[in-house]
C-alpha cells in the first residue's frame, strides 16, 4: 500500500526519531509491520511531497493455525 500527497515535506530520521519515541504515529507503524513481517519505508522530498510505503505478507499464519494458510491453501477440505 502507498500514500503519497504532494504537501510539505519532513526530514524522515529526525521524525522517527522524535521527542524519544514517544510519539508513535510513523514510529508505531513501523514496528507493528515489523512485527508481523512486513516492510514499512518513508520518502520525503522538499517540494516534491511524502510517500509512506507499507507492505505486509500474506502467507501461511503463525502460531499453528491448524496448518491453514490466509488463502485456505493447506487446509483439510474436500
Same mark, same amino acid.
Given at each position: &500500500? /502507498?500514500?503519497?500527497?504532494?504537501?510539505? !515535506?519532513?526530514?524522515?530520521?529526525?521524525?522517527?526519531?522524535?521527542?524519544?519515541? /514517544?510519539? @508513535?504515529?510513523? @514510529?508505531? &507503524?513501523?514496528?507493528?509491520?515489523? &512485527?508481523?513481517? $512486513?516492510?514499512? %519505508?518513508?520518502? !520525503?522530498?522538499?517540494?516534491?511531497?511524502?510517500?509512506?510505503?507499507?507492505?505486509?505478507?500474506?502467507?501461511?499464519?503463525?502460531?499453528?493455525? %491448524?496448518?491453514? !494458510?490466509?488463502? $485456505?491453501?493447506? !487446509?483439510?477440505? /474436500?
Amino acid at each position: &500500500m /502507498k500514500i503519497a500527497d504532494d504537501g510539505k !515535506s519532513f526530514q524522515v530520521e529526525r521524525t522517527l526519531h522524535a521527542n524519544g519515541g /514517544k510519539r @508513535l504515529g510513523l @514510529l508505531g &507503524m513501523r514496528e507493528r509491520l515489523e &512485527m508481523v513481517g $512486513g516492510k514499512f %519505508g518513508v520518502e !520525503s522530498i522538499p517540494g516534491k511531497g511524502t510517500t509512506i510505503t507499507a507492505q505486509i505478507p500474506f502467507g501461511k499464519l503463525r502460531g499453528g493455525g %491448524g496448518g491453514k !494458510s490466509v488463502d $485456505g491453501a493447506g !487446509s483439510n477440505q /474436500k
